[in-house]
């Protein structure tokens, strides 16, 4: 992960240009005590059969909910 893209693992190819969102579970809490994650929304610029890069357009962290993430 860098600050413009996130390279991950897919189960499946996905399209060049697709618009998607990954979500990461972040290692730090908020306020020592609320998990986080990581909610990026961009698109695929390369995909081969199990690794997807993305550009990221953008970002937020958000907390767990009643019912997790």
């Known amino acids: 992960?860098?600050?413009?893209?996130?390279?991950?693992?897919?189960?499946?190819?996905?399209?060049?240009?697709?618009?998607?969102?990954?979500?990461?579970?972040?290692?730090?809490?908020?306020?020592?005590?609320?998990?986080?994650k990581l909610v990026t929304r961009g698109h695929i610029v390369w995909c081969d059969t199990l690794t997807a890069a993305m550009r990221i357009e953008g970002w937020e962290f958000r907390t767990h909910g009643p019912n997790g993430f």
């Open 1 to 36: 992960m860098s600050s413009n893209g996130v390279l991950f693992t897919t189960e499946q190819a996905l399209p060049q240009g697709k618009s998607v969102v990954l979500e990461i579970h972040w290692p730090v809490l908020l306020d020592e005590a609320k998990p986080l």
